[in-house]
């Protein structure tokens, strides 16, 4: 008579007000077969509760990193429509996004102006920051039932609407967001991928993309507020930064903004209670070197907080979707 194998021990995960789920794990020696020998259970925890920062790994360096991000997710995105420029430690391994380290990352989600979004993101701290610097999340849902009726009824209907015009000075630049210059491609990339392109008679390119603000989760059927309004708007630059760029490329032609779906700008006033929003419902962890954290960017937003110090976080993005309601359409106003 044969008897089944014995059932694995739960995962001891720990809940917290104000921090994200974390499981403290003994270091075990390969990291990449504890991560593939613990994947299902792992991913059930992300699918629970919208992330996980797993502590204990002991993630040293991008191979490693690269083949525990494997382990969990199998094959990483090659990243298109970066906002910004990033380091590749190997296939699908990226460092964190460019971003000067006084000036905070607010909340968003990754990737969300783009036809095919990931939808699930992996980090790894090799290196920890001196003061501040947490990936903070938070949770899509609660978001959406925070933020007042008539702002998310507004974006439900129109959808927002992201404006970029690519330069060589400030975020990324045209190679680094198509991984191409020829411009033959980069069209045949925007007609494929929804984006309206003006190439300027300096040789520029203007781009506009509209998308749906709220989105329900493929797995779980729930509306998430998945957007970059906030973040990629001109009203959360530091005041400096956006006198600067204003006064340098004009309000029309910034590197980056975001605007209501019929083109109307976005106030400051509704920026700032977005931000807020976010702050209410965040939860933070600072890093500690060799932690993995998983997030399900759907359903959670995360950010990257002001820091001093060297911080070096790797980044993979997996499982592209392309999400059915990811752009706006009359009927999606009914849902």
């Known amino acids: 008579m044969s008897s089944s194998p014995p059932l694995a021990a739960p995962l001891d995960v720990r809940l917290q007000p104000d921090r994200p ?16 020998e613990h994947r299902e259970a792992l991913r059930a925890q992300v699918t629970e509760h919208g992330a996980l920062l797993v502590r204990g790994l002991g993630l040293r360096d991008a191979t490693g990193a690269g083949a525990v991000f494997a382990a969990l997710a199998g094959d990483l995105m090659t990243e298109r429509e970066a906002f910004a420029p990033r380091e590749a430690h190997g296939a699908g391994v990226y460092s964190s996004t460019a971003w000067p380290a006084n000036q905070p990352m607010c909340m968003h989600h990754e990737l969300s102006y783009a036809v095919e979004v990931p939808g699930l993101m992996l980090f790894a701290c090799l290196t920890a920051p001196g003061e501040g610097g947490a990936t903070a999340v938070a949770d899509a849902e609660d978001v959406l039932r925070a933020l007042p009726t008539e702002v998310t009824e507004r974006f439900e209907h129109e959808g927002w609407l992201l404006t970029r015009a690519y330069n060589d000075e400030i975020g990324a630049s045209l190679t680094e967001s198509f991984g191409t210059d020829d411009r033959a491609a980069v069209e045949e990339y925007c007609r494929a991928h929804a984006i309206d392109f003006a190439w300027q008679p300096d040789g520029s390119l203007h781009t506009r993309q509209r998308r749906s603000a709220v989105v329900r989760h493929p797995l779980t059927g729930r509306r998430c507020w998945f957007n970059q309004i906030a973040f990629l708007n001109e009203w959360t630059l530091a005041p400096e930064v956006r006198e600067y760029l204003v006064d340098v490329y004009g309000e029309d032609a910034l590197p980056f ?25 965040t939860r933070r962890e600072p890093w500690q070197a060799g932690d993995l954290m998983l997030v399900d960017n759907i359903r959670t937003a995360h950010s990257r907080e002001a820091f001093s110090g060297d911080r070096q976080v790797l980044v993979g993005m997996a499982e592209p979707r392309r999400l059915p309601d990811g752009c706006p359409t009359p009927e999606a106003s009914r849902r």
């Open 257 to 281: 903004n975001t605007r209501f779906g019929d083109g109307s700008p976005i106030g400051e006033d509704l920026v700032r209670l977005l931000n807020t929003t976010y702050e209410e419902h």
């Open 21 to 36: 789920p974390i499981l403290r794990v003994a270091s075990p020696g390969d990291a990449s077969s504890w991560a593939a």
